[in-house]
Structures are given as structure tokens and as C-alpha cells.
């Protein structure tokens, strides 16, 4: 009878976790199925033994059946119920039966600094010839189960990801690998310090040059919240786990413009999982992902042990891959290489080779080129770049000559340069006169060779008068078309500070839109930031051939996109080009908000790598400024999702070059952007009644069941949190970006 | 404090539980009512008051059009009709709300006419002083008599502890108006204090409005 009762439950485990897949009873009558169980389960001591045996065969027939004819076609949106049944394998499973044994850091269940993330030291073993090979690793990542309730559903507050960084330095500092699991729909969107955002960034940046073997693997990706510890040199990913820009429903929201509190409809939630391309499959194939790990057909359970087997075998292959390929002894790494890629479905029970995980110094140099290359190749081909071979390969000999024009003059005679300068100085500063009468000549004819530039006097550069409005000359040149409209506008602020009404073509023409009273700030448009913000006709563009387009060909985008472009007169949300602030160069990438509302999709990730690169070669200070973004594009999907990583990639190596990157914030900038390339600058500067976040009031609501303030996301408390580091009026740009270009950045600035 | 009759101030809320609110233009424009006599309104709502009110009339001046919403919520009385669609100035008084006092208004109201009310001196956070929190602790309900010169409040600020002596005339402790360790702005009320003597009608009058008034 015991047998029985047993078999009973495990069978309406079964047919609980089919009702999971199919988001209902409806499908296939597996209501009435259950309900036969739980009467059996009733009647199990009326009946005899042999009649609920027979029973229990018919259903689990009938089960199987069921089973295998789900797994036969599994739709998007049953991948993502999957993903989200109470019955699958979280993190805890995998640190007991994949890991040899493992202790967590950072608190353990409840007392934790986040039980949303879970870090843990633990030891991971093969087999080779009947010996057993320890090797230590780190492992990070979300939990979604085991004590549900305080774990946010995997969702990782701010400090449980700089936790998360906290321990991959510890990895970097003791040379062990690191394995990430990506188990979270999404980070719990607040903006308590360290913030959402610029807590991910943070993460972003630091892994982009860890110096350590990275491997992740992803079940449930959701987007800023799976970056933070997604950025790795093998992404694995489960064959039945979803990696998404956004969670279906999300996009069905935004798709179908449903009003908040409205109900989903359920076809239109189901053709958004399948238009943005989520499964393991698609992934691959854009190559967002490197490898998948195969999963039962209708996925991997908390007591699949076979699964879990295989994922430590790929979670072994894949770090002895990393460390491989860092390898400087070739033959050797083509051939253990070699040895991996013939294996077929199957797992060894042995392995052929045992892999010391510990890297050199070279070895580590070459990880992180490999890295970084990866990164860079990332989202290639799925954006629109108009030239022909010949342009393409002219562009490319132009920017050889480049790189090596400014390698030679900023590169080797400036260090040269210095190197006299600081001889000459350090003999002048003896004081003596005898030898100040021997430097001078010298000092004369190096200064004749290497004449100084023209350093900017107090008030201004290359002759400006001390106290010059910097915009007095400029007004009349370019007028805001808002300021054409004879009316009068009100403040905001009105009630508050008693602003008078503005009449608007002064609101928008002398009075740069600013509230004389208060100093609100009304919105101005990208075009007048170009006019005003840089010299005059210094701004010229690049990376224009590079162009947005529908590469997962997401149903009824590619008309809004024709219709943008035809609106904007550009193509993609980005503009990309060199400028000049009172004679400094510099490079700008801008994401203007008419187009898409300013979100980040192939082609803007790939013109701002283009930039980063750019300033990187031509030793420039970057300026990212930033008119409006709404996140990543949600109709590019994940492709829209890796330009987190790729983009802070590009940033990192600038700064580490030792360029300057600025990023101002103006009026709306939330999600992907800000929790990557931008949060990441060390200077974020907003202008004044700029709103600056990880995500809207309305999905912090949906998320957190709690409503925010009104001005929770404002400038004023972003700088309060510490997320920004100043906030400037917007008639003040241009000097203090001045400002700033002299007195911040690194030593390998042209003009420093 | 004026000598204040408490039961006719209680029957004077009952006879009359509402608030006539004259609502007047905060500046100038053509006026375009969006209600009707009679017409129930809302005020402002959320947590931080930060949805506005029904709406309530439009004033536009040089094609600008600013939306005056309701302040309160209550019933709309008088109506100045003949003003619609034409210019009016700033501080015109346009129509009337008459709104309906709360259980916690009433109770407010008379708290304010009665209590002593100690304010804040700076800005900072305030503690109660140790022995009324821990016979508060002991006895949440117990009635603390204060008397001018007695240790009442700590004030903590750059880390400081000021200890605030009481100056008012003495009664007891009815109502605290802050959360201890809260930050508070000058000049907000700390405490609210009774005169023995009014002390069991300012109960009894309480008791009997949230016990028999309706909402």
C-alpha cells in the first residue's frame, strides 16, 4: 500500500509539472487526470491492491504518452513555464550533486547578504584512470528556491551583486575559475545604494578584465539581471532555459500597450516569447550563447541526476577549454582540443586529461585578449552597414594609418617628450645658475622642435576674453524650433516656488530652457546640444554607413522602424562624432531619443565600440552624452542584451589606456545602458531635472508590489545616492565639460 | 490656551461635520468649468499625494492651459457660472467645495484647539528623553505629567545629544507627533500636551468620536 501511495504522488508530480508546461488544466483534459489521482489517493485503503495497480499503470501510460507528446513541440512560452515550474533544478541542486562538496559565503539561507545570490567556495572532481583530481572554484549565482519566500525569485538586490563582485576579486586574487549560474528573471529594481544600475555596471566592468577563468551557464536569463555575473568566457546555456531581453509579459505590455492592472491576453504574451527569440536553439544560433547543455526533453528536474552529471562534465570541459586556449604551447592545446570536439553525445565517465587551472601571467594576457575578442565579435552582421569591399577595405588602411600616425605621435614622441621635459626640469630645478646657463640653450632648441600647445588662459582657450558668456556669439545661430510657438508655459515647479509663466520663445530661445525662477529644466531637443554645446562647425560625424534593422525580423518592427527613420532623417538612436569644446578634441556617441527612444540595439552597440575605439587610437577624451535612452531594444532580443558587455568591454580598455570617458545624463536614461556602459564611468554628470534609473515607476510597482515617490529617480537623488557625481545647468554645460576635459582623465590624453 | 467648552465644540462638528473650502484662481486666463453643481470630487491621492484631483476647471492665458484640480474631496457648491468662458484675475473666487470632515480631521482639529503643542527647535532627530520611553515601555497607555523644567526630549544632532528641557505649562503627555530617531524640520510639532483639568473631557470627547461617528 505504501508502494502505491508513493507512486500516486510521483505521479501527480508528473502531471502537476505537465499543467506547469501547458499554463493550464485545459490541455489534453489534465484536470479530470489529476483529479482520478487524488481520488485514488482517497479511496486507496477501500480499494484492493490489485485494482489500484491496474490504475496506476493506466494513468502512468497515459502520463508518459502525455509526456512525450508535450516534449514533442514545445512552444517559447511552455520553455519559459518550464523555466518557472516550482520543479526545477535551482542552484542548491547544483552545489550538492555537481560540486564535491561546497561552503558558502556571505551568510547561508536567510542570514544572508542577499539569499537571492548565493556564493559559495566549492571543489568540483574528475576521474582520470581511477584517480580523483580536485579542483577548486568559485561559484556565484542566483537561487530562486528553497525558502522561496525571502529570496525574491532570484531577483538580486544591489548589494547581492557587489557581493557577487566581492568574491570574483577573491577568485581573481587566489587564481581559481569561477562558475556563474544565471537562474533570475530580472534585478530587483531599486535604487538603495549601490543601486540597481550602477551596481551592474560596476559587476560589468570588473568582470570585462578579471583575471581569472570565467564560465556561465544560463537557465533563466533575464536581461540587466543575468549581465551582472553573465559576462564570461564560455557562456553554457540549459537546452531547455530561456535568455531574453525581457520576460514575455513585459513585452506584451509594452507590445500591446496595456494599461497597468489590465490583463494580459494570453496569445499575445505567447507570440512575444516566440517573436523574441529566447531558446537555448536561437540563442546559438545568433551567438549570444557558445555552447547548450542538453536537458531531458521537457527539462531538467530537481532529481535529475543524469543531468547533473552532465553538467559537471561540461562545466569541466568548458574550463579546461579557457584555460587551453591560453595555452602558448600549441600543438598541445590543438590536440586536447581536438579530443573535446570529437566527443559525441555521451558522457565519459573519464577523462582523457587532467588540466592544471592555474594561469601564468602570459596566459593571463591572452585570456583577456581572447575575451575581449569575443565580446567585440559579438551582434557582427546583425546590423545594416552600407559600403562596398573596396570602401570597407579603404576604411580599414585609413584607420592602420591612423593608428599608427597617432601610435608615433602621441604614442613614442610624446613619451619621448616627457622623458627630456622631466631631465630638464629635474636638472633646472636644481637652481643652479651655471646649469640653468646650460639648459637654456638646450630648453631653447627642444622648444623650437616640440613647441608647447596653446594652453587655455583662466577664462577661456586659444584667446577667449576672461567672463565671455559662451553663448553670447552663439544665440543667433541656432533657434530651437519649440521657440517658434507664441505662447506662454507654465513650470512645474509654479505652485512650489511661485515660478511666473514663461513666455516660450524665451523659455526656449534666451533662456536655453531653463526656468529663470526655479531652474527647471524643460526638455530640448538633440539638435540644440550640437549647435550650442560644441564649437561652431566642428561637429563632424561618423559611423553613418552603420544602420538599425530587424535582424530576429520581429512582426510589425520593421515598419515603426521605416517610420522613425523617415521621421529623424537617421537610422539608428546613436550619433557618433568628433567635436571640438574651445579647441580640445574629442569623441561624443549620443543616443538621442526621437529614434526608438533613444534604446540600444546592434547597430548603437557597434558605433559606440567604434567611438570607444576611436578616442582609444586618437588618444581623445570620450564624452557619452546621453539625450534620452529607454533601455536595450526589446526587438533585437538578446543581441540587444549583449552590447551590456560588449560596450563596457570597448570602455574598459579606453579608460585603462588612460583616456577620459564622460557620460551626461539629460532627460529620461533607465535600464540596460545605464546598468553598463554608462553606469560604469567613473564621471556621470546629469543635467539638472534629469530622471536617472534602473527601471520605471511602473515596473518597480510590478516587481515589488510597492509604489516609489515621485521624484525617486530624480537627478537630485541619484547624486544623493552617490550614483552620479554632479549635476550641471544646462547653461553651464559647456563649461564645465571645459572644466572637467582639464582637470580629469589619464596621463595619455594628446593635450595632458 | 482659551477656555474652550469641548461639548459644544463636539456638537458644533456634529450639527455641521463639513468644511466650506472657497476655491480661488491662482492667476489669471479664460475659464472653462469642468464640473457641475453637486458633483462629488476627489482630492489628491497616493502615498505621496502625488495623483492629482478631479479635475476642475481650465484657465488659459496666451494659449497656455493650465488644469486646476481639486485640492480636496467633497461636493461641489457655488458655482460662479457667470463666469464661464470669460477673463478672470488671480484670487477670483469660482466656486465651493464642501467636504466632509474625517473621524481623524475632527479629532485633529480638536486636538490643535486643545493640546500645547512643543515644537521642534532645529533641525535634527529626536529621542524621547530615557525615563518617559521606558516608563512608555512599561505602560504604553500611562498618563506622563510633564512640568516646566523637566527633561522631556533628546535632540540629537552632529552627533550630539542636547537634552530639551520642558517650558510650557504642565499637563500630560497626549500625543507624540514623531517617530523616535526620525529626522524632523523645525518648527514641527514633538509633543502635544493636555492640561490636567481638560484632560478627561479631551478623552471622552475623543472616545466618543471614534466610537460613534461615521465616516
Known sequence: MKDSSKLLSQLAERIAYLIDVKGGLAWKDLGALLDDVQSLRRDIYELDEASIFAEIDKIRDRVSSLEREAAESLSPAEIVNIVRSS????????????????????????????????????????????????????????????GEEYRNGGCAR????????????????????????????GSFPIEDYPGAAQQIARNIYAMARLKTPMVSFISEGGSGGAEAIGLSDIRLMGSRGYYSVISPEGAAAIEGKIREGEKLPKELVEHCAAQLKLTAQDNLRLGTIDRIVEEPPLGARRDDYVFFRRLRYELIRATDEVVLKTKSFRAFRAYALNIRNAEKEGVPEDFDLVINWDLTEPEIERLLELRSKKYREMAKGFYGEEATSSILGLGKAKDLASQSYYEIRYGLLRSHQRNVMKVIEEVSSEGSVLLNKVTRPVRAAYEFVFPRPERASKGGRGGMQEHVSIFAEEWEAYVSPLANEDRTVSCPNASKYGCLDLWVPDLYG??????????????????????????KGSVEEFNTNIVSINPLGFEGFQSRLEKDIKRTGRRSSMITFDAKIQNIKLVVAMLFGDFRNGTVGAAEGEKFVRACDRARITRRPFLSYIHTTGGIRIHEGTLGVIQMPKCTMAVREYIDSGGLYIVVYDNNSYAGPVASFLGCSPYQFAIRSTRIGFAGPRVIRETTGEDVPPDYHSA??????????????????????????????????YYK | MADINLNDLLRSYRSHPFEERELVTPHTGIISFQIKEGQEVRGPGGKWLHKPG????????????????????????????ELEG???????????????????????????????????????????????????????????????GDEIIIMSLMKRDTIITYDGIGGVIYKTYFEPGSLVEQGAPLLGVCPPEKLPYVQKVIHRINTEWED
Open chain 1, 158 to 185: 544591489p548589494w547581492g551583486n557587489a557581493k557577487a563582485l566581492r568574491y570574483m576579486k577573491v577568485a581573481e586574487t587566489e587564481g581559481i575559475p569561477i562558475h556563474f549560474f544565471i537562474f533570475t528573471p
Open chain 1, 87 to 146: 520543479q526545477r533544478f535551482t542552484l542548491s541542486d547544483i552545489l550538492e550533486n555537481v560540486y564535491d562538496s561546497f561552503t558558502e559565503l556571505g551568510g547561508d539561507g536567510e542570514c544572508n547578504v542577499d539569499p537571492a545570490v548565493v556564493v559559495a567556495r566549492a571543489t568540483i572532481s574528475r576521474r582520470m584512470k581511477n584517480k580523483t583530481y580536485s579542483h577548486q572554484v568559485m561559484v556565484i549565482g542566483h537561487e530562486k528556491g528553497r
Open chain 2, 86 to 148: 470669460g477673463f478672470v484675475e488671480a484670487g477670483v473666487r469660482v466656486l465651493s467645495i464642501r467636504h466632509k470632515l474625517t473621524k481623524e480631521e475632527i479629532v485633529d482639529r480638536i486636538l490643535k484647539e486643545v493640546l500645547i503643542i512643543f515644537r521642534a527647535p532645529e533641525n535634527a532627530r529626536y529621542f524621547l528623553a530615557t525615563d518617559i520611553a521606558s516608563k512608555l515601555e512599561k505602560q504604553p497607555r500611562a498618563a506622563l505629567v510633564v512640568k516646566p
Open chain 1, 510 to 535: 534666451e533662456f536655453c530652457g531653463v526656468c529663470p525662477t526655479c531652474g527647471h529644466h524643460f526638455p530640448l531637443e538633440y539638435r540644440w546640444y550640437l549647435e550650442h554645446l560644441f564649437d
Open chain 2, 54 to 81: 478631479t479635475l476642475l476647471y481650465i484657465l488659459e492665458r496666451e494659449r497656455n492651459v493650465k488644469k486646476i484640480t481639486a485640492p480636496c474631496g467633497g461636493e461641489i457648491i457655488k458655482i460662479r457660472h
Open chain 1, 716 to 749: 537630485k537623488n541619484a547624486l544623493k545616492r552617490g550614483h552620479i557625481q554632479g549635476i550641471w545647468d544646462r547653461r553651464e554645460f559647456r563649461k564645465n565639460l571645459y572644466e572637467a576635459l582639464m582637470t580629469m582623465g589619464g596621463p595619455n590624453l
